[in-house]
């Protein structure tokens, strides 16, 4: 393991996905292309020294190897990069949908509990209108009840 690697994986460091998948990428095919100059570099000195055709042959068909093997890593690295980017944008594009909704549920909720508090005042204000009919029902039939008392007392 990279010493780089030990921070991360006690929280010290943070590595995204994609540099994490890249770094091994490039860190394999880093060797390889090392692997290739050496080659290239003995490929040049064995033709300059005009060895023979055979290990001449064998070293280009191995720099051919190692090209073909550089090729692939970028292509897996560009492939790496291009999914982690996908899957980011999908991430990023979940993550908005859910702070909309929040937004929405937010302003739901505000909107649910105005037309509570709207039904409660006037619910109150049925029930203090009522609360003076009765009130004035009462009255009314107090004096009914008093004017024919009064009328009983006169006959």
């Known amino acids: 393991m ?32 090392k692997t290739y100059d050496l080659k290239c570099k003995h490929l040049r000195h064995v033709e300059w020294k005009r060895e023979r055709s055979e290990q001449i042959d064998r070293t280009r068909a191995v720099v ?19 999914r982690i980017e996908e899957i980011r944008d999908r991430e990023l594009q979940h ?5 909309n ?3 929405e549920l937010n302003s739901l909720s505000s909107s649910f509990s105005k037309w509570v508090n709207a039904q409660k005042s006037y619910l109150q204000a049925i029930y203090n209108w009522l ?4 009130l004035m029902l009462q009255k009314t039939s107090r004096r009914l009840a008093e004017g024919r008392e009064g009328l009983r007392l006169l006959s």
């Open 95 to 99: 993550r908005q949908i859910t702070i």
């Open 131 to 134: 609360e003076k009919c009765v």
């Open 64 to 82: 051919k190897d190692l090209y073909s093997r550089i090729k692939v890593a970028i292509h897996i690295i560009d492939s790496i990069s291009k």
């Open 2 to 33: 990279p010493p780089h690697w030990i921070g991360y994986m006690h929280g010290k460091r943070s590595f995204t996905m994609k540099s994490r998948y890249t770094y091994i990428a490039s860190e394999a095919s880093e060797l390889v292309r």
């Open 101 to 103: 909704l929040e937004t």
